[in-house]
Nanobody
Framework: QVQLVESGGGLVQAGESLRLSCAASGSIFSFNYMGWYRQAPGKQRELVAVITSGGSTNYADYVKGRFTISRDNAKNTVALQMNSLKPEDTCVYYC?????????????WGQGTQVTVSS
C-alpha cells in the first residue's frame, strides 16, 4: 500500500504562483510514475503533468510553459510549481502514483488539495 499526502493549495489571484507538494509513503517501488491530476466540479479528472522515476516528464497542453513538475526520489516526493495561474486553473488537484506490483498496475491517489484562482 502507498499513501499520498498533498499540501500547498490555496487562494491566489490571477497571475500569481503556487507550489503543490506531495509526499508518498509505504511500499514504493524504484520505478514508478508520479503525477498531478485536477478536477473541476461536474467535470472529469484530467492529467496535468506526470514524471517518471527517471525524470521524464509529460504535460497537458494547457499548462505547458506555466507549470513545472519535479520529484525527489530519495524523499519520495513530487512537486508542481504553478506560475501565471488563471481562473480556469481553479480545481481540486490530486497527486497520483502508479507502479506495477507483481505485473499488476496499481494507482494510488491523494486526498486532493483545492486551488482557487480569482480574477
Amino acid at each position: 500500500q502507498v499513501q499520498l499526502v498533498e499540501s500547498g493549495g490555496g487562494l491566489v489571484q490571477a497571475g500569481e504562483s503556487l507550489r503543490l507538494s506531495c509526499a508518498a509513503s509505504g511500499s514504493i517501488f524504484s520505478f514508478n510514475y508520479m503525477g498531478w491530476y485536477r478536477q473541476a466540479p461536474g467535470k472529469q479528472r484530467e492529467l496535468v503533468a506526470v514524471i517518471t522515476s527517471g525524470g521524464s516528464t509529460n504535460y497537458a497542453d494547457y499548462v505547458k510553459g506555466r507549470f513545472t513538475i519535479s520529484r525527489d526520489n530519495a524523499k519520495n516526493t513530487v512537486a508542481l510549481q504553478m506560475n501565471s495561474l488563471k481562473p480556469e486553473d481553479t480545481c481540486v488537484y490530486y497527486c497520483n502514483l502508479v507502479q506495477f506490483e507483481q505485473l499488476v498496475k496499481r494507482d494510488y491517489w491523494g486526498q486532493g488539495t483545492q486551488v482557487t484562482v480569482s480574477s
